[in-house]
């Protein structure tokens, strides 16, 4: 039952109520700003929830959250807050890697590895690689200092994607990069601090 069905419901019988009556006219016009103040209202109950934000009420969260927006579309910006609040509350943990690593790279990432047991990064008792398979056109974007929020403190974290295509792209504020070992088909940036993309 709509607002004005109901104020009128709740007049005595002493008022005219059909529709052409001053008194269900007077209703109309109170009832439909009350239906706009309520529409209002529950736009505003579900812009709470960062999956239905959008613009400014978007950008209110990450001021929250301490992440500025920086350009990105709604879209990418509820993504990033989404990947900083799970970095915020996340354990360390492995599980809590890979969590963090299908937000970001969702079917993409393949495995998280320990370093401990591989011969290739030394038999570093403390790390982590992550492994992903860039399957995207548009690339990969690798944010590094995201993933490293994650990290348990003293874990070094590395990532390897691996590129099927036969030519690689990379962007990266970084002008001077050396990559620790290139391999057929594999490349390794995962010492240094880098955000980038990788394009096939």
Same mark, same amino acid.
């Given at each position: 039952?709509?607002?004005?069905?109901?104020?009128?419901?709740?007049?005595?019988?002493?008022?005219?109520?059909?529709?052409?009556?001053?008194?269900?006219?007077?209703?109309?016009?109170?009832?439909?700003?009350?239906?706009?103040?309520?529409?209002?209202?529950?736009?505003?109950?579900?812009?709470?929830?960062?999956?239905?934000?959008?613009?400014?009420?978007?950008?209110?969260?990450?001021?929250?959250?301490?992440?500025?927006?920086?350009?990105?579309?709604?879209?990418?910006?509820?993504?990033?807050?989404?990947?900083?609040?799970?970095?915020?509350? =996340?354990?360390?943990?492995?599980?809590?890697?890979? #969590?963090?690593?299908?937000? %970001? $790279? !969702?079917?993409?990432?393949? @495995? /998280?590895?320990?370093?401990?047991?591989?011969?290739?990064?030394?038999?570093?008792?403390?790390?982590?690689?992550?492994?992903?398979?860039?399957?995207?056109?548009?690339?990969?974007?690798?944010?590094?200092?995201?993933?490293?929020?994650?990290?348990?403190?003293?874990?070094?974290?590395?990532?390897?994607?691996?590129?099927?295509?036969?030519?690689?792209?990379?962007? =990266?504020?970084?002008?001077?990069?050396?990559?620790? #070992?290139?391999?057929?088909? %594999? $490349? !390794?940036?995962?010492?240094? @601090? /880098?955000?980038?993309?990788?394009?096939?």
């Amino acid at each position: 039952m709509s607002v004005k069905n109901k104020m009128i419901k709740m007049l005595t019988d002493v008022f005219d109520k059909s529709e052409d009556s001053n008194i269900a006219k007077l209703i109309t016009i109170v009832a439909e700003q009350l239906d706009r103040l309520n529409d209002t209202l529950r736009t505003v109950n579900d812009w709470r929830d960062i999956d239905n934000a959008k613009g400014t009420t978007l950008d209110l969260i990450g001021v929250n959250l301490g992440e500025a927006r920086d350009g990105r579309d709604d879209d990418a910006y509820r993504d990033f807050l989404k990947t900083a609040i799970k970095a915020t509350i =996340s354990k360390g943990d492995m599980e809590s890697v890979l #969590s963090m690593g299908k937000v %970001l $790279y !969702q079917d993409d990432i393949v @495995n /998280i590895i320990e370093t401990w047991a591989s011969e290739r990064y030394d038999f570093e008792p403390a790390g982590l690689v992550m492994q992903i398979e860039n399957t995207r056109d548009e690339g990969i974007l690798l944010n590094y200092q995201i993933l490293k929020r994650v990290m348990a403190a003293g874990v070094r974290l590395y990532i390897e994607v691996y590129q099927p295509r036969s030519r690689i792209q990379f962007e =990266s504020d970084v002008i001077d990069m050396e990559t620790r #070992s290139v391999m057929l088909g %594999l $490349y !390794q940036a995962g010492s240094q @601090n /880098i955000t980038g993309v990788i394009r096939g």
